[in-house]
Antibody, heavy 120, light 107 residues
Framework: QVQLQQSGPGLVKPSQTLSLTCAISGDSVSSNSAAWNWIRQSPSRGLEWLGR?????????NYAEFVKSRITINPDTSKNHFSLQLKSVTPEDTAVYYC??????????WGQGFLVTVSS | DIQMTQSPSSVSGSVGDRVTITCRAS??????LAWYQQKPGKAPKLLLYGASTLQSGVPSRFSGRGSGTDFTLTINSLQSEDFATYYCQQADSFPLTFGGGTKVEIK
């Protein structure tokens, strides 16, 4: 059974970079049958898909247009995890962030969720 | 982007009731739809995918129907553990998008 464990700072100052890591157990970040995603949830914006990475002979990345200029998702095969970096954050980026695995198009495993607050 | 609209935003019911939630897509998504259940402080949990296929381990009182733009999630014989918020999600095209949620509350 796949388990995803998130970690990172819970408080980030405006204009700085939000960084989160999702450690994978029970699967491999370089699996060719999975995609590794970041999603966030806030009361004002609901559930928002941010982006994904997956491996199919090479690494692929897809990002939501509204964060495309600020987001990077990085897989790390040596640590079997993937990370999220979101630059130039504002209070509107305050949310619960989830990592999630997609198998055959569906989010079938989720991290525990991590509240990130953007505040000075 | 494909907009997903759920109705109602909340519904109340008693144990044993049948509850139906609707999700409408802003364009044809065929059967590329999933339903998730979320309880407070927890991550969403996949209930159904492909509009009507039950995820392994999900009780058979949950069922889904629809294709194209209109979908429903039905919970037959509500149980106490079913009081939660339910979300639909389309997987037809990127960006993947979710509905706004329907909270199922105790009457």
């Amino acid at each position: 059974q796949v388990q995803l464990q998130q970690s990172g700072p819970g408080l980030v100052k405006p204009s700085q970079t939000l960084s989160l890591t999702c450690a994978i157990s029970g699967d491999s970040v370089s699996s060719n049958s999975a995609a590794w995603n970041w999603i966030r949830q806030s009361p004002s914006r609901g559930l928002e898909w941010l982006g994904r990475t997956y491996y199919d002979s090479k690494w692929y990345f897809n990002y939501a247009e509204f964060v495309k200029s600020r987001i990077t998702i990085n897989p790390d095969t040596s640590k079997n995890h993937f990370s999220l970096q979101l630059k130039s954050v504002t209070p509107e980026d305050t949310a619960v962030y989830y990592c999630a695995k997609v198998t055959a198009s569906w989010f079938d495993s989720w991290g525990q969720g991590f509240l990130v607050t953007v505040s000075s | 982007d494909i907009q997903m609209t759920q109705s109602p935003s909340s519904v109340s019911g008693s144990v044993g009731d049948r509850v139906t939630i609707t999700c409408r897509a802003s364009q044809d998504i065929s059967s590329w739809l999933a339903w998730y259940q979320q309880k407070p402080g927890k991550a969403p949990k996949l209930l159904l995918y492909g509009a009507s296929t039950l995820q392994s381990g999900v009780p058979s009182r949950f069922s889904g129907r629809g294709s194209g733009t209109d979908f429903t999630l039905t919970i037959n014989s509500l149980q106490s553990e079913d009081f939660a918020t339910y979300y639909c999600q389309q997987a037809d095209s990127f960006p993947l998008t979710f509905g706004g949620g329907t909270k199922v509350e105790i009457k």
